[in-house]
């Protein structure tokens, strides 16, 4: 099954068309501002272990941050030392795992349909979905733990499917359990191993795994997951608990502590899916059913089914949040890839035609908008205040819905740009469709979503203000060991961290994200009381406090000592 090949040209050219997409969409616009909350933290703890030199404990401004496994910062790390610490180099590692997973499923796609098509589509459907745009916008851990657990069932196929088993396979699948266990702990292991299982109850089957291909692969398993926990537990008193019992198992059941996160409808978790997929999801119909072919072929296609069900199930039990759909879009992709490649299925053509009438709505949409904004809709925004951020959003994409009105203003026209790209997609996709070329109206859907990415990207630079501290952090870069005040929660300006080494102290503020590090004897002081602002605010050393005119207006600062002002905040300094 899995037998190797001959590089043809074919096989060149769609790799080539994959990297394209991936540098395009996910390489070239990489060197954007750090957001504040989870993008600050986890870029940011990738740079202390460089700059501590320590790469056990992760730590993000001198504070214990042990709530996630550490092969994310590892590769962040070692990204900064190949490129240096930069925007770029903190969200390379993001990009070449999502190239990663689209070569797998292109490579298993293609053992599966005979040719090269099935695999190309699926890897190009990974790419160009808005999950995986939206997902890796910022740093998390998600994107890897996607890659272990795709080149786990890959090596998996290998051992189960193939006549003679490699012992690489096995070396493997054990080294993916592993990655897949470093990335999002206990999740990152339950993950594959439950879709075997779960694969293996369809099929009916025993795994043909010998007894010494399950030794190597226990033996890869314990050698590279384990030694991090027990150094890690051994420096980090209390590290046993607060990282498998509170934020794993009590977050399952959405008890874990502090509740800095809202737990989404299970519905709404499920409609989401067909969002994250857009437009993909629009071919989810054709893929029941898939005509089974070979053993092979069977077995990809159950696979892929169990995958995405056992993602599904796991949160549709638990606690959810918007990303923990993102481990389903790989088999899902890996299905419509093997459905868009059969060209005598008939609800494909359904599909496309289907998207072309969504698409109409969405050019009257555009056209609607942009004529009501010509009118009387740029009236509303005049004169419109800065917003100004000082707690830290619950969910990912609250800021869509707390942005201000300067901001949503100029929002107006690349929305307009991206329903009207999504009305000429769908409409060519469905022309090609008609004449009889699927592979054109499938590149005419890949390109519309390609450029839909770059909006979206572009959208996120027109809010950087609000959503990153980043102006400020380099305004306060040649200040190492400044003391700045933040009047408002952690998340809010984290990202300075990113961009100055200066100490982070925070006035009427929370900071759930590091709360379980500040218990910690040796973290540092972070919560201050309005006696001490004053107190710095009249000493002898240099102190910034952040916050609106009116909280600084508050404390008795001086306004007209402002550094520096951006996004509703200013930054001044008491001397």
């Known amino acids: 099954m899995f037998s190797v090949s001959s590089v043809s040209l074919r096989v060149f050219r ?24 989870g993008d600050a933290l986890y870029s940011t703890v990738a740079a202390e272990m460089i700059s501590r030199n320590d790469w056990v404990t992760p730590q993000a401004g001198g504070v214990r941050f042990l709530d996630k496994p550490p092969l994310m910062y590892w590769l962040v790390a070692l990204s900064y030392l190949v490129f240096g610490v930069s925007e770029w180099a903190a969200r390379l590692p993001a990009a070449i795992g999502i190239f990663a997973t689209a070569l797998m499923l292109a490579y298993l796609g293609r053992r599966v349909a005979g040719d090269d098509r099935a695999g190309i589509v699926a890897g190009l459907i990974f790419i160009l979905s808005a999950g995986t745009l939206f997902f890796t916008l910022e740093a998390f851990p998600d994107i890897f733990l996607v890659v272990c657990l795709t080149g786990a069932v890959l090596c998996f196929l290998e051992l189960h499917c193939a006549e003679k088993q490699s012992v690489w396979a096995a ?7 592993a990655g897949a266990t470093l990335s999002k702990s206990l999740i990152g292991i339950f993950f594959p191993l439950a879709t075997i299982a779960a694969f293996l109850f369809v099929e009916r ?22 030694p991090w926990h027990v150094i890690a537990a051994a420096r980090n ?13 009590l977050r399952f059941f959405g008890r874990r502590e502090p509740v800095d996160y809202g737990s989404i ?6 409609a989401l899916l067909l969002v994250w997929l857009f437009p993909w999801s629009a071919f989810l119909p054709a893929t029941w059913r898939l005509p089974g072919g070979d053993e092979n072929r069977s077995a990809i296609i159950r696979m892929s089914w169990c995958w995405a069900g056992v993602v599904i199930g796991f949160f549709t039990l638990s606690s ?20 868009l490649a059969d060209t005598n299925r008939k609800s494909i053509s359904r599909s496309f035609t289907a998207l072309a009438m969504f698409g109409v709505v969405l050019g009257l949409a555009a056209g609607g908008i942009g004529v009501w904004w010509n009118a009387t809709g740029a009236e509303m925004f005049a004169g419109a205040e800065a917003g100004a951020r000082s707690r830290a959003y619950t969910n990912l994409f609250s800021p869509l819905f707390e942005l201000p009105a300067e901001t949503r203003a100029k929002l107006i026209w690349p929305l307009v740009g991206a329903l009207g790209v999504f009305a000429a997609g769908t409409a060519a996709a469905w022309l090609w469709e008609r004449r009889g070329n ?16 770059l909006l979206a990207l572009y959208s996120l630079r027109l809010c950087e203000g609000l959503l990153s501290s980043k102006p400020f952090g380099l305004a306060l870069k040649d200040r190492e060991g400044a003391q700045v005040i933040v009047c408002g929660d952690y998340e809010s300006a984290n990202s300075i961290l990113f961009y100055a080494p200066v ?24 919560m201050i009381t309005r006696e001490e602002v004053d107190v710095l605010r009249g000493g002898e050393v240099r102190v910034y406090l952040l916050g609106t005119r009116k909280q600084i207006e508050d404390l008795g600062w001086d306004a007209s000592r402002a550094v520096l002002g951006q996004g509703g905040r200013l930054l001044v300094v008491n001397r």
């Open 438 to 453: 699927r592979l054109a109206a499938f590149g005419s859907l890949a390109a519309m979503m390609a450029v839909f990415c």
């Open 320 to 339: 959810r949040l918007e990303h923990y759909s993102f481990p389903a879009l790989p088999p899902l992709a890996l299905l419509i890839g093997i459905a």
């Open 171 to 177: 070396a493997g699948l054990g080294a993916a359990l």
């Open 503 to 526: 100490r982070l102290l925070l006035y009427e503020g929370r900071a759930d994200s590091i709360a379980a590090g500040l218990r910690y004897d040796d973290a540092p002081k972070m």
């Open 237 to 249: 008193p209390g590290f046993l608990y607060h990282y498998f019992v509170n934020e794993q198992i």
């Open 14 to 37: 769609g790799f080539s068309v994959l990297l394209a997409a991936a540098i395009v969409v996910y390489v070239l616009p990489s060197a954007r501002a750090i957001l504040d909350d």
């Open 265 to 270: 409808p299970a519905p709404i978790f499920w």
């Open 205 to 226: 089957k025993r795994p043909r795994v010998t007894w010494s291909h399950m030794a190597l692969i226990a033996a890869v398993f314990v050698g590279i997951a384990l």
